[in-house]
């Protein structure tokens, strides 16, 4: 959360959206959508708005339309970034808000998916999310990560990925510029035993595949070319 891009286009937020159900998950109200019974599982991670966005769910519910059971945990503990309190400090948020936390909340998750006999599980991460799930593809925990508009990703955390991963960008992208997300992708072309992707989308702003404006039909036609971009990574990886 390093620039005012991840504050545009604030969702209005909606504990109700949605066609899924709110469950507690591993201690963590998780939002569940798609078949209960499915071998195969995606683990969405929010931006800093968390996980009752409304076209965040509704991306959820489309990933579960494909086949998958999945869940996004509300990381932030009914907490998100809330640009509507006058009181509201960034940096003290942050401060509590720490992507390591949200990578070891996501471990007991991930545990109680392949309790329910989940056998692959992919991974995708939003903004702030980006960097909870490049943490997650450095382990075996998963089999496949995406990472839209990704926030403070190091090279280091590059440099460390050890499962087919995808990296969508921004063309306009203050925070993860574009020629760092193309710096990355060589990174990860000198990986051979590693599948990758990098793309970046033209015209787009950060965020734009979860905040896009449901009226703008160029961004929603950005963000669906994002949205398919993502389950084509799943449907490849996660089987």
């Known amino acids: 959360m390093a620039s005012s891009q991840c504050l545009e286009n604030p969702p209005t937020l909606s504990s109700t959206c949605g066609a899924g159900t709110v469950q507690e998950i591993a201690g963590l109200n998780t939002y569940v959508t798609g078949p209960s019974d499915s071998k195969l599982a995606i683990l969405l991670v929010s931006d800093i708005f968390g996980y009752e966005a409304p076209l965040f769910r509704k991306l959820a519910d489309k990933v579960a339309a494909a086949g998958f059971l999945v869940m996004a945990p509300d990381f932030f ?20 808000h720490t992507t390591d936390k949200g990578y070891e909340d996501a471990k007991p998750v ?10 692959a599980i992919g991974a995708a991460g939003f903004c702030w999310g980006g960097r909870v799930a490049v943490k997650l593809a450095s382990t075996d925990y998963i089999q496949a990560a995406v990472l839209l508009h990704p926030s403070r990703i190091t090279v280091d955390d590059i440099n460390e990925v050890k499962i087919p991963v995808a990296i969508l960008g921004a063309e306009i992208d203050h925070i993860t510029p574009a020629e760092q997300v193309k710096h990355f992708g060589e990174i990860l072309s000198s990986k051979s035993e590693i599948d990758s992707l990098v793309k970046i989308f033209p015209g787009v702003s950060h965020g734009w595949t ?3 404006k449901v009226e703008d039909e160029s961004a929603v036609k950005s ?9 084509n990574w799943f449907t490849k990886h996660v089987k």
């Open 77 to 96: 503990y009914g907490d998100p970034v809330d640009l509507s309190n006058p009181q509201f400090d960034r940096d003290a948020w942050r401060k509590v």
């Open 110 to 119: 991930i545990a109680a998916l392949k309790s329910k006999g989940v056998s």
């Open 210 to 212: 979860v905040k896009y």
């Open 223 to 231: 963000a669906e070319e994002a949205h398919e971009d993502m389950l």
